[in-house]
């Protein structure tokens, strides 16, 4: 079986590279995924392996997209680090934009309970999910669910007060 694995790394790893590419538009992320497709081949011993390697590259494709989108919404929404006092890139409109969007995140920030302020503003600080369970008192295992809605509740909360704010432009 393991010739077979080996057959099939050297014969299909370009073609998953390639294909993990056009879905990813990342290079470096691509050959990660394609690592991550074969590792999990050799774990899973397919019985029609060219098959399930593409399908599994499919759905890691799938997810680096979707955590992708969500990691952009996540932290943009989560950049509280100030402008340079020097910005000659940027725009009065585009500092006023930027000003604005913080005192959003600010405000929705305070709409969470201490416990999903706490984690998402520690994971943000770039702690890890043992460093976190330590600091919060929560399992190791529950750092990561509660990650997740802490932040679908912060985007949900963003989300309505930013209608909320356009409604009342508009009116």
Same mark, same amino acid.
């Given at each position: 079986?393991?010739?077979?694995?080996?057959?099939?790394?050297?014969?299909?790893?370009?073609?998953?590279?390639?294909?993990?590419?056009?879905?990813?538009?990342?290079?470096?992320?691509?050959?990660?995924?394609?690592?991550?497709?074969?590792?999990? !081949?050799?774990?899973?011993? $397919? &019985?029609?392996?060219?098959?399930?390697?593409? +399908? =599994?590259? %499919?759905?890691?494709?799938?997810?680096?997209?979707?955590?992708?989108?969500?990691?952009?919404?996540?932290?943009?929404?989560?950049?509280?680090?100030?402008?340079?006092?020097?910005?000659?890139?940027?725009?009065?409109?585009?500092?006023?934009?930027?000003?604005?969007?913080?005192?959003?995140?600010?405000?929705?920030?305070?709409?969470?309970?201490?416990?999903?302020?706490?984690?998402?503003?520690?994971?943000? !600080?770039?702690?890890?999910? $043992? &460093?976190?369970?330590?600091?919060?008192?929560? +399992? =190791?295992? %529950?750092?990561?669910?509660?990650?997740?809605?802490?932040?679908?509740?912060?985007?949900?909360?963003?989300?309505?007060?930013?209608?909320?704010?356009?409604?009342?432009?508009?009116?």
């Amino acid at each position: 079986m393991t010739d077979e694995l080996e057959r099939l790394y050297k014969t299909t790893y370009t073609a998953v590279v390639r294909f993990l590419y056009r879905k990813v538009w990342d290079a470096d992320r691509a050959e990660d995924l394609a690592q991550e497709v074969f590792i999990r !081949a050799m774990a899973h011993r $397919p &019985e029609k392996p060219r098959a399930w390697v593409f +399908a =599994v590259a %499919a759905n890691l494709a799938r997810d680096e997209a979707r955590a992708a989108v969500r990691r952009k919404k996540h932290l943009t929404l989560l950049t509280n680090d100030p402008l340079p006092m020097s910005t000659p890139d940027l725009s009065a409109d585009e500092v006023m934009e930027y000003d604005e969007r913080k005192a959003g995140v600010t405000e929705a920030l305070e709409t969470l309970s201490a416990r999903d302020r706490e984690v998402l503003l520690l994971w943000d !600080a770039g702690m890890s999910y $043992p &460093e976190i369970a330590e600091q919060t008192g929560l +399992a =190791v295992g %529950a750092i990561g669910t509660t990650l997740a809605r802490a932040r679908k509740r912060l985007l949900d909360a963003y989300d309505r007060m930013d209608a909320g704010k356009r409604r009342a432009a508009h009116s």
